[in-house]
């Protein structure tokens, strides 16, 4: 079966930077977009930062300016560099995949187990 595995989180002190990647395996004919969102403790899970197939951003407005994404097509894989940390963007960090798995079969989302990101001194 598809499976998104995340890494790269921890705890960052504030004004520090990590890096995330999550890499897709599985019976996977293509994929269209790639994405993280997160979840904070009593909050809904928000969009992060997703990117298409032809490398087309989007960031939530609370991460613009300290948040980059690529993705590394050949591998399936997707990375989330993030600057300027702040304590609020404490959170469980997931993977998302809008992928299928052959031609004919329609897209599905998919996500990661989720890793902890804690941004505190």
């Known amino acids: 079966q598809v499976q998104l595995v995340e890494s790269g989180g921890g705890l960052v002190q504030p004004g520090g930077s990590l890096r995330l990647s999550c890499a897709a395996s599985g019976p996977i004919f293509s994929i269209s977009t790639m994405g993280w969102y997160r979840q904070a403790p009593g909050k809904q899970r928000e969009l992060v930062a997703s990117?298409?197939?032809?490398?087309?951003?989007v960031f939530a407005d609370s991460v613009k300016g300290r948040c980059t994404s690529s993705r590394d097509i050949a591998n399936d894989t997707v990375y989330l560099k993030m600057d300027s940390l702040k304590p609020e963007d404490t959170a469980i960090y997931y993977c998302?995949?809008?992928?299928?798995?052959?031609?004919?079969?329609?897209?599905?989302?998919?996500w990661g187990q989720g890793t902890q990101v804690t941004v505190s001194s």
């Open positions: 990117i298409s197939s032809g490398g087309d951003t």
């Open positions: 998302n995949a809008r992928l299928r798995s052959t031609p004919s079969s329609w897209f599905k989302d998919y």
